[in-house]
């Protein structure tokens, strides 16, 4: 399916790119812990300038999704699952996403999913299918 | 949450006139038109010869682009030649009413007396000259940047995806259903029908609202606005330079805007609760006045569930109990306990961009309403907002 890819950065690199060897990295404070998403090069909590990406599980729970139905492109294919996770070792990031490799009318709120990298030009957007075990 | 200021700046302003221009699917008429006969109506309204008018406000600004922003404070400047003592236009306030807000910081410092404050959409014509949708976010050509790179690579370009998702959080959580939910735009419609100049005006039924086409889980064809081109006019006024106009002036009792939470659509920690929550708070604690005291209510509703959600915020009910209020349609209703957008709100009339709203309530509160009229209308709430935008107005007849 067709997406808009975003336009690398500094600051947004290591999001869109961690995927090349299939691990999700999100920015974290090295001074006070706090994950900052979407990435800064400085802390809003305790303003260090050390932020850096830091690799998690990919693991996640659905908070919210929808299931959309609107072409609102003529090459898009739908219905398409859109949703929101919430990182289960980031607490309090959450990620708009695609769910993917599973029935729509599976998807549900609380459930458990795990990152999969779709390669995208140079960037690696990050979905997320049912967690297996 | 306590006021730090002493004074309640806003009852400094008042709204003397308002106006709109023709509204319609496809005018095929340009923003700037449409807002010069907005403005015109609003000053005669009021009384005001345009010679009068010293001051312009607008949302989102000019940005040239015909559909969402087609007409800037200074192309309304040139088209009526105006003395401007003041003037701003700009998206980055507490929602669509933010022109609003600005202008009554404007006349309360004494940068104005009258201010014509717009909002203006030719939506539909935009969407009938070109191939694509103008309130698509992250859609058009080129990589995406800024907030919208975190949503568009997966194809939630409309806000009907990320509202579906609020909503959709709400009815996990508070068992809200689609029959409660779609009471919204049947009372809308219902309204509508009253409403001379209100888009669709035929009935609708829950079996037509439980069998339309689904656009984005929860929501089907009518839980969504309908684009339109049209501009609606409201001229905030310096209470003391309004004493001798056409009309006892509408009084501002309290405006409601915070920015408390993440600003982000998908950041907020409680994603069954908007900007609203905040705006609704903080107009509340900058009045006496309570929920119980308000006639009629004005509710953005570019999506039936951000109505919802307003009403929630504004404390009409308390939190998670929606449903049971919304069960039936009577509550909200014309002849209910808070009749809700009584001129059919944009899922009706058209997406006037929160502009619509205000324009009615003021319609009310100065008993003009006609058919939809709410006996003895004395104080109203309009508000604008989805989403991290929020902003409200509680607004009192003289």
């Known amino acids: 399916m067709s997406r808009p890819v975003p336009l690398l950065s500094a600051v947004n690199e290591p999001f869109w790119t961690a995927g090349a060897d299939g691990v999700l990295r999100i920015r974290r404070c090295l001074d006070c812990g706090l994950w ?95 967690a297996v075990g | 949450m306590s006021v730090a200021t002493t004074e309640i700046g806003e009852r400094r302003a008042v709204i003397s006139g308002v106006g709109q221009s023709e509204i319609g699917r496809r005018l095929f008429r340009s923003g700037t038109d449409l807002t010069v006969e907005a403005a015109l109506r609003a000053a005669e309204d009021a009384g005001l010869d345009r010679r009068a008018i010293d001051g312009v406000s607008t949302w989102p600004g000019g940005q040239g682009v015909e559909g969402m922003s087609p007409t800037g404070a200074t192309d309304l400047k040139e088209a009526l030649r105006l003395d401007l003592r003041w003037w701003s236009g700009g998206s980055e306030t507490a929602g669509q009413y933010g022109a609003v807000f600005n202008a009554i910081a404007a006349v309360g410092a004494g940068f104005a007396n009258h201010v014509v404050c717009f909002r203006t959409v030719t939506e539909a014509t935009a969407s009938a000259q070109m191939t694509g949708h103008t309130s698509l976010v992250g859609a058009g050509p080129g990589r995406v940047t800024g907030s919208a790179q975190w949503i568009a690579p997966f194809n939630a370009f409309s806000a009907a995806n990320w509202i579906g998702m609020f909503a959709q959080r709400y009815m996990h959580d508070f068992g809200l259903t689609r029959e409660q939910l779609g009471q919204i735009p049947l009372a809308c419609r219902r ?72 600003f982000s659509w998908d950041q907020r920690a409680d994603l069954t609760t908007m900007a609203a929550t905040d705006a609704a708070a903080s107009m509340w604690a900058r009045t006496d006045l309570r929920p119980a005291d308000v006639d009629v209510v004005e509710l953005y509703d570019g999506f039936s569930f951000i109505a919802l959600c307003w009403l929630e915020a504004l404390g009409f009910f308390p939190k998670g109990e929606a449903g049971s209020f919304l069960e039936g349609g009577d509550n909200i209703s014309l002849g209910g306990v808070l009749p809700l957008n009584t001129h059919g709100g944009q899922l009706s009339a058209g997406r006037l961009h929160g502009y619509g709203f205000l324009h009615e309530a003021c319609r009310q509160l100065w008993g003009e309403a006609g058919e939809r009229q709410v006996p003895d209308a004395q104080v109203a709430v309009a508000a604008a907002g989805g989403g991290p935008l929020g902003g409200c107005l509680l607004l009192t007849r003289s």
């Open chain 1, 36 to 130: 900052v998403h979407p990435p800064e090069l400085r802390c809003p909590n305790c303003l260090s300038r050390r932020v850096e990406p830091e690799a998690v599980s990919g693991r996640a729970e659905v908070l919210t999704f929808t299931v959309n139905h609107q072409p609102w492109q003529s090459e898009l294919v739908v219905p398409y699952v859109i949703a929101i996770v919430e990182l289960v070792d980031a607490p309090g990031v959450r990620l708009t996403t695609n769910i993917v490799n599973c029935p729509i009318g599976s998807v549900h709120i609380g459930m458990a999913v795990q990152v999969v990298f779709e390669p995208l030009d140079n960037v690696f957007l990050p979905l997320f299918e049912p």
């Open chain 2, 191 to 262: 309204h509508a029908a009253l409403n001379p100049v209100a888009i669709y005006r035929e009935p609708l039924t829950l079996d037509d609202y439980l069998a339309a086409r689904m656009i984005s889980t929860p929501f089907c064809l009518y839980d969504c606005d309908v684009p339109v081109d049209g501009s609606t006019a409201v001229i905030v006024s310096r209470a003391d330079a309004a004493a001798d106009l056409r009309k006892p002036p509408v009084r501002i009792e309290a405006a409601g805007m915070r920015l408390t939470e993440r």
